[in-house]
């Protein structure tokens, strides 16, 4: 919940926006942390629909939802088709464990695992460690034909996060090459959760993946440290196809005098089907819902224009973000700013700029509408692993909203991301908050970032950590093939 100080902060923020009522960056930014539906919204996409795996009829459901909320309050939307390269979607997972213990333990697949036979498939469970490359030299060729446990450390924060994405790249290579039977990762949750993320080779994966409750999987850890053998069977029932077709939703409001320059905002509209996808990222697709409804509702027409984009596919590929770019290709050399919001509820503490100076300077002039939501802080990094991607690569100035830790990494991906989990309050300061940038970015007079050519995009690539994050995703190979970015 917001300290006393905020709360009186947000107040005086809102009497001050009722006497400045003329500005129309007060007026939104007052509107947003008024009473509006942010909360119901919330509640009908992430109650009623629930976990929205893209390609599923839950996710289909929230693309009609979505349009329908932008219809209602007389805003351009429309869907835009895309292709999906493969479909997968978990039925059931069961796993036993035998031999010097039994028991059933809690288990669930990793996105894009392949499925076992109707009747399962069993084998030797081992210990790997930690999955590093010496854990993996210690068993040599005992890994061959085994399944491999590999350890976890309890997920505690952002940093965290990124190593399980970088880890699992490395530890899924390694397993392939030792030719493992199946790789079982101790979850690095708490509490018996379990949580799914994307096989680090997506929808080209080979390997058979699955997520053990951490309590379940330290069992098994302790009976293998004391030199126990141990079997597993897994019976995992996969749903699994070819290409299909998906929808981003995007919304318009069409500047009045400079129509063709854009900016775009948006969150992911799909989320996997553990929890109900609240804090990831149900809260912040009912924020640019909200923030298109009370535009129209005040009668502000920004100078630029402004897409409110509700992208799906982010979880599996980040494709539908993807999709937008090459749609639009011709459009880009005009997009002023692309934002990306995808962290939760927690407060917004500034902005990642993407290793770009000029980026970094706009986006604190941006948030000078607003600063008693602050203080705030501008990162100038380049970050990979969510739908500001696309845009980066493409050259497209770029900013993901930077939040505070706020029930994000404990629920992340897991079956307790739930609607409970999202702070409210939080949630309406951020709206105003990118309120606050949206209106600088579409309004006001400034010098604007130029779009990067190919070659400064991959001096940004080589000056930075870049390249490592994008071998973790596997798109180094796609941007120096020039098959995904700016081409050649």
Known sequence: MLSIKRLLTILFVVLASQLFAQDDVVRLTSAMLGPTPIAEDLHELCDKIGGRVTGTEPNEKAVEWAVKKFQEVGVDVKKEAFQMPSFWNETSARAEISGEISFSPKIVSRAFSIPTPKEGIEGELISVGYGSEEDFKKLGEKAKGKFVLVQTNVLEDLSGLFGEYDNAAKIETRAEIAKVKGVVYMSSREKKLLFRHLAAKAYNNKLLLAVMARDDATRCQRVLDRNGKLNIKLNLDLQTGGSYTSHNVIAEIRGSEKPDEIVVVGAHLDSWGLGTGANDNGCNVSMMIDLARQMKKLGIQPKRTIRFA??????????????????????????????????GSGNITGYLSGGRPEVATLAENSLRAVPGLGPFTIADVPIVGTDNYDFMVQGV????????????????????????????????????????????????????????????????????????QMKAFHFLKPWDEGTRGRKP
């Open 310 to 343: 509700l992208w799906n596919g982010e979880e599996q590929c980040i494709c539908g973000s993807q999709a937008y770019t090459q749609q639009h290709e011709a459009e880009l050399d005009k997009h002023r700013i692309a934002i990306s919001i995808d962290i």
């Open 397 to 468: 100035p770029n900013l993901i909203g930077a939040h505070e830790n706020y029930n994000y990494c404990s629920n992340y991906h897991s079956e307790s991301d739930t609607y409970d989990k999202v702070n409210l309050n939080n949630l309406k300061a951020n709206a105003a908050i990118v309120a606050s940038t949206i209106m600088y970015f579409a309004n006001e007079d400034y010098e604007p970032a130029k779009r990067q050519s190919r070659a400064q995009i991959q001096e940004l690539i080589d000056g930075s950590n870049l390249k490592d």
